[in-house]
């Protein structure tokens, strides 16, 4: 198939037609605001629901009654809209729906700014909402990926009955590049034997619920739910790994900040300083044993990100003391140089 | 053979579609390529500017810091951008919009009347296909059957009228 030039936003909407998503529910904003226009064009046309909710609260919660249905569902948004959606995403969680969640972040806190930045990745990967739950989040670092995740999403989805969020920014959901898409038409998906869709008289009514007073029964719901996560953790992590045999440095960055790494790595490489990356594609399920894996062989890591340090965190824990974790970043929507990133290598080299 | 190219201008002159146009040539020409717009509170008037890579390797870093060449059709992105260009990069000037000349020795500056030669051709609003016919055909980067294809690809199918125009202005900044 031939290759065809696509902004990130426009191809993620078209990836998800693509896997089968008839429904979208959608609130309008900078920098995402493409997706939703997709869908107001192309749903109608393919016997799909396009609908601009009143609010982004409002769409969130049609994606909940839509999962509930059995159908797949999606929304996007941008920072301060995905704020508004959490209590939804909450619920969604609570009663084990899948959806697809998109979020093209900007810059926070707040209404902040429109220009890329990754300072939502603790609401992403930490809950967001209330209660005990996880998000599987993927950050895509390409508009091919981008599709192939998007994807891959509904199908994570429904497999673990659970939300799968698409983190992007700015800069991904407006740059064009090449793409295909894989052949997905004619996929049978599995029966949603738990979907509210009517008895017809011939079954007992299913339940779609997230409330549960008596603390034993709620207990065993959210422990069942832990052992699912726990499965994820094991069979669902996804990263790109560069240059870990022999690298002094290794940096830590997801998304269209290690692409901006790999100019700062070839800036290194010129100097002599031998650099690896590990490039998280699911920020939950973290990586984490490939992270402890090469923080035995490094000198030292160095998170870079368009934030003021939230990742670091998580790859602190993962390296758990075998070498020193560095962090770099700038945020706001200002975008960190491949300069700025090397200086960072060349010091603790 | 990698080309960090950066068009710019004000809103309204076609600056994002002329980036279009030469990723979606550099794309027939078995290129990898990237394009990432300025976005934001731009409006027809306001500045805009659009990064595009091409390059036989894949693109990292889909964004321009230091071009090879800079496409520039107004003075405040001339004043902006003519110090951030490579040494011995091009520089191409929309010398109709932009009275300055560049004062760096270390680029080759190209200037072309491409507003004033659109009007005179009766190609009110093509003046962007000058600059990028010129830029061509100073950097050869791709040649002009692929640069034309790409035009194809990149005119919306209603639009499809426009195609012919497009290419005469482009042919007409490649021979000046």
Redesign the interface.
């Given at each position: 198939m031939d290759?065809v030039?696509m902004k990130g936003n426009e191809a993620i909407a078209e990836a998800a037609i693509r896997a089968n998503c008839r429904h979208f529910f959608g609130y309008p904003i900078?920098?995402q605001t493409e997706i939703s226009a997709y869908m107001a064009k192309r749903m109608p046309k393919i016997g799909g629901t396009f609908l601009q909710a009143e609010s982004e609260i409002a769409a969130i919660n049609m994606v909940y009654g839509a999962a509930g249905a059995g159908v797949r569902a999606m929304t996007s948004s941008s920072s301060p809209g995905i704020s508004l959606k959490m209590e939804g995403l909450s619920y969604i969680a609570g009663a084990d729906l899948p959806c697809v969640v998109v979020n093209i972040v900007r810059a926070g806190p707040g209404l902040g700014g429109?220009?890329p930045a990754q300072s939502d990745y603790f609401q992403a990967v930490k809950g967001g909402g209330h209660g005990d739950y996880r998000v599987i989040v993927v950050a895509p670092a390409s508009i091919q990926e981008a599709v192939d995740s998007t994807i891959n999403a509904f199908d994570l989805a429904d497999k673990y009955r659970m939300p799968v969020m698409i983190i992007g920014d700015?800069?991904l959901g407006?740059?064009?590049?090449?793409i295909t898409f894989p052949e997905t038409a004619g996929k049978a998906l599995a029966e949603k034997e738990w979907a509210t869709t009517g008895t017809k008289m011939t079954r007992k009514p299913n339940i779609i619920n997230s409330l549960y007073i008596q603390p034993e029964e709620l207990e065993k719901i959210i422990m069942a739910r832990q052992k699912k996560y726990e499965d994820i953790e094991k069979s669902e992590v996804k990263y790109e790994a560069e240059g870990l045999d022999d690298a002094e440095i290794v940096i830590v960055a997801y998304g269209?900040t290690a692409?901006?790494v790999?100019?700062a790595m070839?800036l290194a490489q010129k100097s002599g300083i031998k650099t690896g990356l590990i490039r998280p594609i699911t920020l939950w399920p973290f990586p984490k044993d490939i992270i402890y894996k090469t923080a035995k062989k490094a000198k030292a890591i160095i998170s870079v990100e368009m934030s003021t340090g939230q990742m670091v965190e998580d790859v602190r824990l993962a390296a758990n003391g075998a070498c020193p974790v560095y962090f770099y970043g700038r945020t706001g929507g200002a975008?960190p140089?491949?300069k700025a990133i090397f200086e960072e290598i060349r010091r603790y080299a | 053979m990698t080309r960090e190219i950066l068009f710019a201008g004000f809103g309204g002159q076609g600056i994002l579609f002329c980036g279009k146009v030469a990723a979606y040539a550099g794309l027939v020409s078995g290129l990898e390529v990237s394009w990432l717009p300025s976005y934001g509170p731009e409006m027809r008037g306001g500045t805009a500017n659009c990064h595009v890579i091409l390059s036989d390797k894949p693109v990292g870093s889909p964004i321009v810091n230091n071009p090879t060449d800079l496409v520039v059709m107004n003075l405040p992105s001339f004043d902006k951008f003519e110090k951030t260009v490579a040494k011995g990069g091009n520089i191409i000037i929309d010398s109709s919009l932009i009275g300055k000349k560049s004062e760096r020795e270390d680029i080759n500056v190209h200037y072309i009347p491409a507003t004033q030669m659109a009007n005179d051709m009766g190609l009110g609003k093509l003046a962007n296909m000058i600059m990028l016919g010129k830029m061509i055909s100073v950097t050869k980067i791709i040649s002009f059957e692929q640069v034309k294809k790409g035009i194809e690809k990149s005119v919306p199918p209603s639009k499809k009228d426009l195609i012919e125009s497009n290419i005469r202005a482009f042919e007409a900044g490649y021979n000046y």
């Open positions: 290759k030039l900078t920098p429109i220009q700015g800069m407006q740059m064009m590049e090449p269209t692409r901006i790999k100019a070839a975008v140089q491949p | -």
